[in-house]
C-alpha cells in the first residue's frame, strides 16, 4: 500500500471527535454524594438513631462500631473515586461497583437507614452494571511522585475528618478537654493509640478509634500501595525512538521551526502506522498535550493523528495541541473535528536581509554599539566544535543564571545543552574580562542556544545573561547572531514566540473598539507576570515577519483544564515539592523524566562533563 492510499483510508475510518457521554459526569457527581452523606452518617451522631438503630443494638458492640467506621472510610473512598468515575475509569468502576454494597451494608449494621443514601446507592450500582461498556478508560501514567502527594493530601484531609469525630459527642465528654487535647487525641489515633479526650460511653470511645485508626490505616495503605505498584513514567522517549525522530527531522525538519523540540526526553512520542510522521506529546492533569506540528509527511499526518485520538479515547484524556502552525491546525481540526484558537506569532527573521541601518533599527544599533564599546565581545559556533570543558562551562553558567528552581519551557524548549546528538545546534556566547571577577564562569556573561530548523534555519531555544552583566546583553547577542548566520549557512532564525502578539499590535492603533482595548489593557495587566507585552516588543525590535500559531482542542469548556495543563508543562505552575525536599525523599525523584544518560553516548557524556544525570 502506498502512502497516500493509506492517508486516505486513515481519512476516511478516523471517527470525528465527540465529548464524552453525560453518564460517566453524573455517575461522578452522584457518587460525590453518596460518599458525603457516608460522611456525614458516620461522623454526627444525630443521624444514626432510627429503628434500624434500635434493632442493631442487638449486635456485638464492636460490630457497629467498626461499621461506623467504615461508613467514614468507605465515603472517603467514593470521594476519592468520583474523579475517576468522571473520566470513565476503569479501576475506578470496578472499585465503585465493590464499595457500593459495602457502604449499604454498613448503613444496616450501625447508621440510619437513609432513605437517599440508600436509593442512591442502589440506583448508582445499577446504572454502573448498565452502562460498564463506557467505563473502559486505561489508567494514567505515574511515577512514585503520587505517593508523596497522596500522603500529604490524605493526611489533612484524615486529620480534618478526625477532628469532627472527635468533637461530634460533646454529651459524652469526660471533663472539658481543650481543642489541644482534641488535636492530640486526632494524631494519636491515626496511629492507633488513645488520646486525652475520654468518654462516657464505651460504644462512643470505640467508634472514635476505630474511625481514627481506619484513616490513618487508609493512609498507610493507600500510600503503600502507590510506593510498591510497578512504576509506569509520565513520559519516556527512547534512544530507539529518538533515532527515528531524527530520521524524520532530517527529511522534513525545515517545514515545521518547533520540530526538533519533539526531541525532549521528557515527552512520548507516537507513530503512524507508516512510521512515516509522528506526534510528541505528554499527560498532564488529563490533558493528552501535543506541541507543534506533527514530524515528517505532511501526507501521514492523519495517521499519526489518529494513533493520537485512538490514545486519548482508551485513557479519557483530552487531547489538545499548543503552538501548532496553521497548516497544522487546518489538518487537525479537518480530521478531527475539534476547533482551534490563535494563541499567538513567532517572530521569523530572514538573515539575508536583516541589517541594522535605517530609523527603524536605531534603538537597537545604540544599544549594541553601547555595550560593545564597553568590551563586550561575542562568538557563534555550532555545538560540535565546543570542547567538553567549554560545553559544561556554559551549561554550569546557564542553570545558575536561571531565575527559577525549575527549568521552565515544554512547545519551544529542549531542555538540555551540550548532548553528543544535539552537534548541529548553535550557541552564541558573550565575553567580557574584567579584573578581580568573582564570578565562577570566568569572562563568560550571556549565551544563546538555538536548535536547527532544517538544514538552514536556527529555532531560539535558550537565552540566559549573567545579572551583574549590562543593559542589552540579549539585543548584543541576537544581532551578532543574525549577522553570522550567512557563515553558517544559515538564512532563516526563529526568535521567541509572542503570545497573543495581533491583539497588542491591533489594541494599540488608533481607532481601536472598546472591546479590543479592554482585551490589549488585560493582556498587559498579566504582562506584569508572563511577559505578554515585553516579549511582543522585545521581538518587534528586529523587524521579523510574524507566523501565527494556535492551540488546538475539543470543546470551550475544556479550554480552562487544558490552560492548566499547559501553565503546567511549561513550568509556571509546579504542583511538586521544593527540590531541596524531594532530594531527602528518595521515592518522588524524577528519574523517569531526567533520562538524559540512558543512551551509552549519553552517559559518556554525563561522566566527562561531571554532572549527574
Same mark, same amino acid.
Given at each position: 500500500?502506498?502512502?497516500?492510499?493509506?492517508?486516505?483510508?486513515?481519512?476516511?475510518?478516523?471517527?470525528?471527535?465527540?465529548?464524552?457521554?453525560?453518564?460517566?459526569?453524573?455517575?461522578?457527581?452522584?457518587?460525590?454524594?453518596?460518599?458525603?452523606?457516608?460522611?456525614?452518617?458516620?461522623?454526627?451522631?444525630?443521624?444514626?438513631?432510627?429503628?434500624?438503630?434500635?434493632?442493631?443494638?442487638?449486635?456485638?458492640?464492636?460490630?457497629?462500631?467498626?461499621?461506623?467506621?467504615?461508613?467514614?472510610?468507605?465515603?472517603?473512598?467514593?470521594?476519592?473515586?468520583?474523579?475517576?468515575?468522571?473520566?470513565?475509569?476503569?479501576?475506578?468502576?470496578?472499585? #465503585?461497583?465493590?464499595?457500593?454494597?459495602?457502604?449499604?451494608?454498613?448503613?444496616?449494621?450501625?447508621?440510619?437507614?437513609?432513605?437517599?443514601? $440508600?436509593?442512591?446507592?442502589? *440506583?448508582?450500582?445499577?446504572?454502573?452494571?448498565?452502562?460498564?461498556?463506557?467505563?473502559?478508560?486505561?489508567?494514567?501514567?505515574?511515577?512514585?511522585?503520587?505517593?508523596?502527594?497522596?500522603?500529604?493530601?490524605?493526611?489533612?484531609?484524615?486529620?480534618?475528618?478526625?477532628?469532627?469525630?472527635?468533637?461530634?459527642?460533646?454529651?459524652?465528654?469526660?471533663?472539658?478537654?481543650? +481543642?489541644?487535647?482534641?488535636?492530640?487525641?486526632?494524631?494519636? *489515633?491515626?496511629?492507633?493509640? *488513645?488520646?486525652?479526650?475520654?468518654?462516657?460511653?464505651?460504644?462512643?470511645?470505640?467508634?472514635?478509634?476505630?474511625?481514627?485508626?481506619?484513616?490513618?490505616?487508609?493512609?498507610?495503605?493507600?500510600?503503600?500501595?502507590?510506593?510498591?505498584?510497578?512504576?509506569?513514567? $509520565?513520559?519516556?522517549?527512547?534512544?530507539?525512538?529518538?533515532?527515528?525522530?531524527?530520521?524524520?527531522?532530517?527529511?522534513?525538519? !525545515?517545514?515545521?521551526?518547533?520540530?526538533?523540540?519533539?526531541?525532549?526526553?521528557?515527552?512520548?512520542?507516537?507513530?503512524?502506522?507508516?512510521?512515516?510522521?509522528?506526534?510528541?506529546?505528554?499527560?498532564?492533569?488529563?490533558?493528552?498535550?501535543? =506541541?507543534?506540528?506533527?514530524?515528517?509527511?505532511?501526507?501521514?499526518?492523519?495517521?499519526?493523528?489518529?494513533?493520537?485520538?485512538?490514545?486519548?479515547?482508551?485513557?479519557?484524556?483530552?487531547?489538545?495541541?499548543?503552538?501548532?502552525?496553521? $497548516?497544522?491546525?487546518?489538518?487537525?481540526?479537518?480530521?478531527?473535528?475539534?476547533?482551534?484558537?490563535?494563541?499567538?506569532?513567532?517572530?521569523?527573521?530572514?538573515?539575508?536581509?536583516?541589517?541594522?541601518?535605517?530609523?527603524?533599527?536605531?534603538?537597537?544599533?545604540?544599544?549594541?554599539?553601547?555595550?560593545?564599546?564597553?568590551?563586550?565581545?561575542?562568538?557563534?559556533?555550532?555545538? =560540535?566544535?565546543?570542547?567538553?570543558?567549554?560545553?559544561?562551562?556554559?551549561?554550569?553558567?546557564?542553570?545558575?543564571?536561571?531565575?527559577?528552581?525549575?527549568?521552565?519551557?515544554?512547545?519551544? #524548549?529542549?531542555?538540555?545543552?551540550?548532548?553528543?546528538?544535539?552537534?548541529?545546534?548553535?550557541?552564541?556566547? #558573550?565575553?567580557?574580562?574584567?579584573?578581580?571577577?568573582?564570578?565562577?564562569?570566568?569572562?563568560?556573561?550571556?549565551?544563546?542556544?538555538?536548535?536547527?530548523?532544517?538544514?538552514?534555519?536556527?529555532?531560539?531555544?535558550?537565552?540566559?545573561?549573567?545579572?551583574?552583566?549590562?543593559?542589552?546583553?540579549?539585543?548584543?547577542?541576537?544581532?551578532?547572531?543574525?549577522?553570522?548566520?550567512?557563515?553558517?549557512?544559515?538564512?532563516?532564525?526563529?526568535?521567541?514566540?509572542?503570545?497573543?502578539?495581533?491583539?497588542?499590535?491591533?489594541?494599540?492603533?488608533?481607532?481601536? *473598539?472598546?472591546?479590543?482595548?479592554?482585551?490589549?489593557?488585560?493582556?498587559?495587566?498579566?504582562?506584569?507576570?508572563?511577559?505578554?507585552?515585553?516579549?511582543?516588543? +522585545?521581538?518587534?525590535?528586529?523587524?521579523?515577519?510574524?507566523?501565527?500559531?494556535?492551540?488546538?482542542?475539543?470543546?470551550?469548556?475544556?479550554?480552562?483544564?487544558?490552560?492548566?495543563?499547559?501553565?503546567?508543562?511549561?513550568?509556571?505552575?509546579?504542583?511538586?515539592?521544593? #527540590?531541596?525536599? !524531594?532530594?531527602?525523599?528518595?521515592?518522588?525523584?524524577?528519574?523517569?523524566?531526567?533520562?538524559?544518560?540512558?543512551?551509552?553516548?549519553?552517559?559518556?557524556?554525563?561522566?566527562?562533563?561531571?554532572?549527574?544525570?
Amino acid at each position: 500500500m502506498t502512502e497516500s492510499s493509506a492517508t486516505q483510508d486513515s481519512r476516511a475510518r478516523l471517527p470525528r471527535f465527540t465529548p464524552s457521554s453525560k453518564v460517566p459526569a453524573l455517575v461522578g457527581t452522584v457518587g460525590a454524594v453518596i460518599g458525603l452523606l457516608d460522611l456525614a452518617t458516620g461522623i454526627i451522631p444525630q443521624l444514626r438513631h432510627s429503628r434500624v438503630h434500635t434493632w442493631t443494638g442487638y449486635l456485638p458492640g464492636a460490630v457497629s462500631s467498626i461499621a461506623a467506621a467504615a461508613s467514614i472510610i468507605l465515603g472517603l473512598l467514593m470521594l476519592m473515586l468520583a474523579h475517576g468515575l468522571k473520566r470513565r475509569k476503569r479501576r475506578a468502576w470496578t472499585a #465503585a461497583v465493590v464499595l457500593l454494597p459495602a457502604g449499604i451494608l454498613a448503613e444496616v449494621l450501625h447508621h440510619r437507614l437513609s432513605i437517599v443514601d $440508600t436509593v442512591l446507592s442502589a *440506583g448508582l450500582m445499577v446504572v454502573l452494571l448498565t452502562h460498564r461498556s463506557q467505563f473502559t478508560a486505561l489508567s494514567d501514567p505515574r511515577t512514585r511522585w503520587r505517593a508523596a502527594f497522596n500522603f500529604v493530601l490524605l493526611s489533612v484531609v484524615s486529620f480534618g475528618i478526625g477532628l469532627l469525630i472527635v468533637s461530634a459527642h460533646p454529651n459524652s465528654e469526660i471533663g472539658n478537654p481543650t +481543642f489541644l487535647d482534641r488535636v492530640k487525641t486526632v494524631l494519636y *489515633g491515626l496511629f492507633g493509640f *488513645g488520646g486525652p479526650v475520654h468518654y462516657a460511653h464505651d460504644r462512643t470511645a470505640d467508634i472514635v478509634g476505630y474511625s481514627l485508626g481506619g484513616l490513618g490505616f487508609l493512609i498507610l495503605l493507600s500510600t503503600a500501595y502507590l510506593v510498591l505498584r510497578p512504576e509506569h513514567p $509520565t513520559a519516556v522517549l527512547s534512544p530507539e525512538d529518538e533515532e527515528q525522530i531524527r530520521g524524520l527531522l532530517e527529511k522534513h525538519g !525545515r517545514r515545521d521551526s518547533l520540530g526538533h523540540f519533539a526531541l525532549r526526553r521528557d515527552k512520548s512520542v507516537i507513530f503512524s502506522s507508516t512510521g512515516k510522521a509522528a506526534i510528541s506529546y505528554r499527560v498532564i492533569s488529563g490533558v493528552m498535550l501535543a =506541541s507543534g506540528d506533527p514530524i515528517g509527511d505532511v501526507e501521514a499526518w492523519p495517521g499519526a493523528i489518529e494513533r493520537f485520538m485512538e490514545e486519548a479515547r482508551a485513557h479519557a484524556w483530552i487531547p489538545a495541541v499548543v503552538g501548532c502552525s496553521e $497548516t497544522g491546525g487546518e489538518v487537525w481540526t479537518r480530521e478531527t473535528g475539534l476547533d482551534a484558537l490563535e494563541l499567538g506569532d513567532e517572530a521569523i527573521v530572514e538573515t539575508d536581509s536583516f541589517s541594522l541601518s535605517g530609523r527603524a533599527m536605531r534603538n537597537v544599533r545604540q544599544m549594541v554599539k553601547r555595550v560593545e564599546r564597553n568590551g563586550y565581545s561575542c562568538r557563534m559556533r555550532r555545538v =560540535s566544535d565546543l570542547d567538553e570543558e567549554e560545553r559544561a562551562r556554559i551549561r554550569a553558567a546557564a542553570a545558575d543564571w536561571r531565575g527559577t528552581d525549575t527549568e521552565r519551557g515544554f512547545s519551544m #524548549a529542549l531542555g538540555r545543552f551540550g548532548d553528543p546528538e544535539d552537534g548541529n545546534c548553535v550557541v552564541v556566547t #558573550a565575553h567580557k574580562t574584567v579584573e578581580d571577577d568573582p564570578s565562577p564562569h570566568g569572562d563568560l556573561k550571556a549565551v544563546l542556544h538555538f536548535v536547527p530548523w532544517g538544514e538552514d534555519g536556527i529555532s531560539l531555544e535558550l537565552m540566559r545573561r549573567d545579572r551583574s552583566a549590562d543593559g542589552g546583553m540579549n539585543e548584543l547577542l541576537i544581532v551578532h547572531a543574525l549577522q553570522n548566520a550567512p557563515e553558517l549557512g544559515i538564512t532563516r532564525a526563529s526568535l521567541n514566540f509572542a503570545m497573543f502578539r495581533s491583539a497588542l499590535a491591533r489594541g494599540e492603533r488608533i481607532g481601536a *473598539g472598546p472591546v479590543l482595548r479592554f482585551w490589549r489593557g488585560l493582556l498587559v495587566f498579566l504582562s506584569r507576570w508572563f511577559q505578554i507585552e515585553s516579549l511582543y516588543k +522585545f521581538n518587534a525590535k528586529f523587524q521579523p515577519v510574524w507566523e501565527p500559531r494556535f492551540m488546538v482542542f475539543p470543546t470551550h469548556r475544556d479550554l480552562p483544564r487544558i490552560g492548566f495543563a499547559v501553565m503546567q508543562a511549561e513550568a509556571f505552575i509546579t504542583l511538586e515539592l521544593p #527540590a531541596r525536599v !524531594r532530594r531527602w525523599i528518595p521515592f518522588v525523584s524524577k528519574e523517569p523524566q531526567r533520562r538524559d544518560c540512558a543512551h551509552p553516548e549519553h552517559k559518556r557524556m554525563a561522566a566527562a562533563s561531571g554532572r549527574a544525570a
